[in-house]
């Protein structure tokens, strides 16, 4: 702390309480040495409800973070980057592996998936072994990078927002301090040792799209340090064998969290993620915790039992829209420090339960709703329209799209293979005053609306705008999304 600004905090601690504790407002910006403060003795037997108390507090703080370790474990295990099932693309650590098409309606790695782009998947452990990452010349195509530490922010600017040139990239953890070899465009380095890579690649809705981007995406390739030689390495991916997945698909998100085992994992994932400023206590209250459960069989059963009470009664509601991010206008919410997380882990958490893996807010906006500009929820036995005023598309520099998902986060698979509308269908119809009208629910609108119309399931679903690096109205939030009107 500079000298300035002890003077100034004395001065306003002063002229709270008197002048007479002048010397406590001195002594008050002394700074305080973390490892001098007194910790909870090992010793002591706390009474179960603070113990349940603590653990409730660890499991909703550390649900994200253990959520990525465990995806890492099943993704990586991969023999090579392919497409598990046919479906999701994997790779062993320190590579990505690409889809050549929109994701497949049956995908479960991960709810709320966008059939704008074409993915990658990979996974990373940047201290044993930084990796490369090529970036091919996408010319007038939109694409970003998204790159996420184990907290599931991101780090590293790579894509169209930031003007980023073609070359390759060096992703390293925050402890390496090897050489970077001649030919390396940047480096990119994250604030953990784990980090993902989620690359996003805009396609249009038409068959000379999905030719014209598999020359680029072929070059979307990633892979350790020591393979690198300068030179563009490509892989065709439509062309790869399928690596057969022996786990059957369930209509649910795989469950990436084990409530009973939590505890369990937790130690260790206390060990790889650094605290940020200020976290120091709350890791020593968790350290502590985790010593009593370990000398202590009652304590252990007790915080497992808590793991799952907390699973049910904090994490499970996440999954509704309304306890995610903040209101956007006509009942929709959007999201909130996406993928930038600091400290706010009420958000952080929500999103790793309902829809993982954010881009940044200036890469992309999201706004949500299971409502009916009434307030009711949406029910596929209903017709809805939503209308765009003339103009009043999501004012974007890249795209933008309308997703349906059914009750599980999950798309309504469908005779029409459709679903989301936006940017990039060639065939949607503006009504006679300029204006767009799009239609959701489980009956045709009729054909001569059919080009405009979500086709829902007969339950209960969602519905979700993508703004691909909005403009300023969408990230000052001045624009607002349309009502959800019921028609029928």
């Known amino acids: 702390m500079t000298r300035t600004r002890q003077l100034l905090t004395a001065a306003m601690l002063t002229t709270a309480v008197g002048t007479g504790s002048m ?31 603590l653990a409730r507090s660890a499991y909703v703080w550390g649900w994200p973070m253990v959520n990525q370790m465990n995806r ?15 479906i999701i693309p994997v790779a062993p650590q320190g590579q990505i592996g690409m889809l050549h098409d929109y994701i497949a309606p049956d995908e479960r790695f991960v709810v709320c998936p966008n059939q704008d782009v074409v993915y990658g998947l990979g996974f990373f452990d940047l201290d044993k072994e930084p990796s490369v990452i090529q970036v091919p010349d996408f010319g007038d195509r939109f694409w970003v990078y998204a790159l996420y530490d184990q907290r ?21 953890g925050p402890n390496w301090n090897g050489e970077v070899p001649e030919g390396i465009t940047g480096v990119v380095r994250s ?21 014209a981007i598999q020359s680029v995406i072929n070059q979307v390739v990633a892979y350790p340090l020591s393979q690198f030689d300068g030179k563009m390495k490509t892989i065709e991916w439509n062309k790869l064998e399928d690596i057969p997945n022996p786990e059957k698909q369930g209509d649910q998100e795989t469950g990436w969290i ?31 915790l985790i010593g009593l459960a370990a000398k202590n069989p009652d304590v252990k059963k007790l915080i497992a039992e808590e793991a799952v009470a907390t699973e049910k009664e904090v994490i499970a509601p996440f999954f509704q829209w309304k306890h995610n991010g903040k209101p956007a206008g006509s009942g929709w919410h959007r999201s909130v420090n996406n993928a930038q997380w600091g400290v706010d882990y009420y958000d952080r958490t929500g999103t790793a339960k309902s829809n993982m893996f954010d881009n940044r807010p200036n890469e992309t906006q999201y706004f ?27 004012p974007v520099n890249g795209f933008w799209s309308l997703t349906l998902y059914n009750e599980h986060h999950f798309f309504h698979p469908n005779n029409l293979k459709r679903y989301s509308l936006g940017t990039k269908n060639t065939t949607l119809k503006l009504n006679d005053d300029g204006s767009l009208s799009l239609y959701a629910g489980a009956k045709s609108p009729g054909s001569e609306k059919e080009s405009n119309w979500l086709p829902a399931p007969e339950g209960t679903f969602s519905l979700y705008i993508r703004a691909y690096w909005g403009k300023e109205a969408i990230l000052d939030g001045s624009w607002q999304p349309p009502k959800i009107e019921l028609i029928q």
Not at 31 to 42: G, M, R, W
Not at 72 to 86: E, M
Not at 369 to 386: R, V
């Open 191 to 211: 604030s953990t040792s784990l980090a993902n890579a989620v690359p996003r690649i805009f396609q249009n809705d038409t068959d000379e799209d999905r030719a």
């Open 72 to 86: 890492r474990a099943k993704i990586t295990l991969a023999p090579q980057p392919g497409l598990l099932g046919g």
């Open 23 to 53: 010397a406590y407002a001195q002594q008050a910006t002394t700074p305080v040495v973390f490892s001098e403060l007194s910790a909870p003795s090992a010793d002591v037997t706390p009474q179960p409800e603070y113990i349940k108390a």
């Open 152 to 172: 599931t922010d991101q780090f590293g600017e790579l894509g169209k927002p930031y003007a980023t040139k073609p070359g390759f990239y060096l992703m390293v």
């Open 258 to 288: 084990v409530p009973e085992k939590f505890f369990d994992q937790f130690p260790a994932m206390l060990d790889m993620v650094p605290p940020l400023p200020g976290e120091e206590a709350m890791y020593a209250q968790f350290r502590w």
């Open 368 to 394: 949500y709703t299971d409502l009916d500009s009434s307030g009711t929820q949406l029910e596929g036995s209903k017709n809805y329209k939503i209308t765009f005023a003339a103009g009043e598309t999501p």
